[in-house]
């Protein structure tokens, strides 16, 4: 109960005239980058990082936020009436949202799509505060033992659940994101490796540059490369915005447990919001009475699928807040920022800033209400947002890319940097390796790199804590069944035993 007083505590203090503004505007920003196919909500809160040094940290953290919530749900506008997914999150969203476009009904699709990320990032942020706070005093007892085993976890995790074609390749760009990491001073000893002579790689590679490079510059390669998407313009004269209550209440059950499960797919490490949508969706579609209508513009499944990739978004948090550990790529930016404006996410935050994850489910309330405000006001005004060509808009992102990298250390390095990762990650998309492993190794190397040296120092170089430590030990288990579970032949295995088993039974 005190969670709950504490976040309208927190809420009550954001009832700024500035702080309204800064939500306004951050939103509305969002909603239009995530509405333009190729912009995404990792690209957006990496750009607006560099842009918020001028501001407090608590105003920054509020942009930040309300960039997020507004870029993943911004999405679902071009998935409706284009058919091409605004941010990968939203690709759940096309499969009955553009049906309902194509059939004249895109207006109550994009409300539809509204209400239920309003619902799902509410789920998600009463899940937040709840679990949030034991997380945290749990991870106190961490040492170097299981975070290292946490950092390798980020990475298993990721690779699996995120790439398109084969868990290996998620794997892959997990360990060139490791690879990154070790250039530079080490951590522990500042010792230099892998600058080949380079004062400027001794410094090592920045994060920043380098995802504004994987999901800034790269992603305006990829838009440019691809498909232009045609906009459903078809009407139905009984389409409307607001959706019936009639329509709310009757995926009520629905609602629920898409938000609890986006919230839970966000907690673990490196998955990522378009992952929610897709647990959601096919949870939803198992135990749903209309089934048949799935794909072909039900309204249980758009409400599935946008519910659960918004739940991800404060469910992204609880691991970036209380492990440092980033949930998704766009929580990892901002684990960045959060250091940038002088705020040390990890197990220490509810000792050292004990009211910050009520202030941030405060600053999510506020991002939903104007998002909901914005989704259902401005639904034909986004409409035109999505006619802009890529020919007008693409270079004026690119610029801000350019801008927002040097903004943060003025160096042309970063800048080099930035156009580095951006034809990398280019040409890795376009085998089908994904960025967020990629990222996210980058993260992590640190914090696998220094916990393994400092876990070897206090064993004096051996090796068994590592396994033998109860939650160490856990780690190692879920991380060995995760791989296993990619081979065909442990798999097959298994669903004999089960098979036989169920026979035993009957």
Same mark, same amino acid.
């Given at each position: 109960?005190?969670?709950?007083?504490?976040?309208?505590?927190?809420?009550?203090?954001?009832?700024?005239?500035?702080?309204?503004?800064?939500?306004?505007?951050?939103?509305?920003?969002?909603?239009?980058?995530?509405?333009?196919?190729?912009?995404?909500?990792?690209?957006?809160?990496?750009?607006?990082?560099?842009?918020?040094?001028?501001?407090?940290?608590?105003?920054?953290?509020?942009?930040?936020?309300?960039?997020?919530?507004?870029?993943i749900y911004g999405g679902s506008r071009s998935a409706i009436l284009?058919?091409?997914?605004?941010?990968?999150?939203?690709?759940?969203?096309?499969?009955?949202?553009?049906?309902?476009?194509?059939?004249?009904?895109?207006?109550?699709?994009?409300?539809?799509?509204?209400?239920?990320?309003?619902?799902?990032?509410?789920?998600?942020?009463?899940?937040?505060?709840?679990?949030?706070?034991?997380?945290?005093?749990?991870?106190?007892?961490?040492?170097?033992?299981?975070?290292?085993?946490?950092?390798?976890?980020?990475?298993?995790?990721?690779?699996?659940?995120?790439?398109?074609?084969?868990?290996?390749?998620?794997?892959?760009?997990?360990?060139?994101?490791?690879?990154?990491?070790?250039?530079?001073?080490?951590?522990?000893?500042?010792?230099?490796?892998?600058?080949?002579?380079?004062?400027?790689?001794?410094?090592?590679?920045?994060?920043?540059?380098?995802?504004?490079?994987?999901?800034?510059?790269?992603?305006?390669?990829?838009?440019?490369?691809?498909?232009?998407?045609?906009?459903?313009?078809?009407?139905?004269? @009984?389409?409307?915005?607001?959706?019936?209550?009639?329509?709310?209440?009757?995926?009520?059950?629905?609602?629920?447990?898409?938000?609890?499960?986006?919230?839970?797919?966000?907690?673990?490490?490196?998955?990522?919001?378009?992952?929610?949508?897709?647990?959601?969706?096919?949870?939803?579609?198992?135990?749903?009475?209309?089934?048949?209508?799935?794909?072909?513009?039900?309204?249980?499944?758009?409400?599935?699928?946008?519910?659960?990739?918004?739940?991800?978004?404060?469910?992204?948090?609880?691991?970036?807040?209380?492990?440092?550990?980033?949930?998704?790529?766009?929580?990892?930016?901002?684990?960045?920022?959060?250091?940038?404006?002088?705020?040390?996410?990890?197990?220490?935050?509810?000792?050292?800033?004990?009211?910050?994850?009520?202030?941030?489910?405060?600053?999510?309330?506020?991002?939903?209400?104007?998002?909901?405000?914005?989704?259902?006001?401005?639904?034909?005004?986004?409409?035109?947002?999505?006619?802009?060509?890529?020919?007008?808009?693409?270079?004026?992102?690119?610029?801000?890319?350019?801008?927002?990298?040097?903004?943060? @250390?003025?160096?042309?390095?970063?800048?080099?940097?930035?156009?580095?990762?951006?034809?990398?990650?280019?040409?890795?998309?376009?085998?089908?390796?994904?960025?967020?492993?990629?990222?996210?190794?980058?993260?992590?190397?640190?914090?696998?790199?220094?916990?393994?040296?400092?876990?070897?120092?206090?064993?004096?170089?051996?090796?068994?804590?590592?396994?033998?430590?109860?939650?160490?030990?856990?780690?190692?288990?879920?991380?060995?069944?995760?791989?296993?579970?990619?081979?065909?032949?442990?798999?097959?295995?298994?669903?004999?035993?089960?098979?036989?088993?169920?026979?035993?039974?009957?």
């Amino acid at each position: 109960m005190s969670a709950l007083t504490d976040l309208a505590a927190a809420f009550a203090l954001l009832l700024t005239p500035m702080m309204l503004f800064h939500a306004a505007w951050s939103t509305l920003l969002g909603i239009i980058i995530g509405s333009l196919p190729g912009l995404t909500a990792t690209m957006g809160v990496a750009l607006m990082t560099t842009l918020t040094y001028s501001l407090d940290s608590t105003s920054a953290i509020l942009v930040l936020l309300c960039m997020y919530v507004g870029a993943i749900y911004g999405g679902s506008r071009s998935a409706i009436l284009l058919n091409i997914p605004g941010t990968p999150a939203s690709a759940a969203t096309a499969l009955d949202g553009y049906p309902l476009a194509k059939a004249g009904r895109a207006g109550y699709a994009m409300g539809l799509a509204t209400v239920g990320s309003m619902i799902g990032t509410l789920v998600g942020i009463l899940l937040l505060v709840l679990i949030a706070p034991p997380l945290a005093e749990a991870a106190l007892n961490f040492g170097s033992f299981e975070f290292f085993w946490l950092a390798v976890f980020g990475i298993v995790i990721s690779g699996q659940l995120t790439a398109d074609t084969t868990p290996l390749k998620g794997y892959i760009a997990g360990i060139l994101g490791l690879m990154v990491a070790m250039v530079g001073s080490e951590g522990i000893h500042a010792h230099v490796r892998f600058s080949f002579g380079s004062s400027d790689l001794a410094g090592g590679i920045g994060l920043i540059p380098a995802m504004v490079g994987a999901f800034g510059f790269a992603e305006i390669l990829n838009a440019m490369w691809g498909r232009a998407g045609i906009l459903a313009t078809a009407k139905d004269k @009984s389409d409307r915005i607001l959706p019936t209550l009639s329509d709310v209440w009757r995926y009520k059950v629905t609602s629920i447990r898409s938000g609890i499960i986006g919230t839970l797919v966000g907690i673990i490490p490196g998955v990522g919001e378009d992952i929610g949508a897709w647990a959601s969706y096919v949870a939803a579609r198992r135990t749903s009475k209309e089934a048949d209508r799935y794909g072909k513009g039900s309204h249980e499944g758009l409400t599935a699928a946008e519910t659960g990739n918004s739940a991800v978004v404060p469910g992204s948090l609880i691991p970036a807040i209380t492990l440092a550990v980033p949930g998704s790529a766009s929580s990892a930016v901002l684990i960045a920022a959060l250091f940038i404006h002088g705020i040390r996410p990890g197990p220490l935050i509810m000792i050292e800033q004990p009211q910050f994850v009520s202030q941030v489910g405060a600053m999510l309330i506020l991002a939903t209400l104007f998002m909901g405000l914005y989704g259902l006001s401005l639904t034909r005004a986004f409409v035109q947002v999505l006619r802009v060509p890529y020919a007008n808009l693409m270079p004026i992102v690119f610029v801000l890319c350019v801008i927002g990298t040097y903004a943060l @250390s003025q160096r042309i390095f970063d800048i080099w940097v930035m156009v580095a990762f951006g034809l990398v990650g280019f040409v890795l998309r376009q085998m089908k390796y994904p960025m967020a492993p990629l990222v996210l190794g980058i993260i992590l190397g640190d914090l696998l790199d220094k916990s393994l040296r400092r876990g070897l120092t206090l064993s004096d170089g051996d090796l068994v804590p590592f396994f033998t430590r109860p939650v160490s030990l856990v780690f190692v288990v879920i991380i060995a069944l995760s791989i296993l579970a990619n081979f065909a032949s442990v798999r097959r295995w298994v669903t004999g035993i089960l098979a036989r088993a169920e026979k035993r039974d009957a």
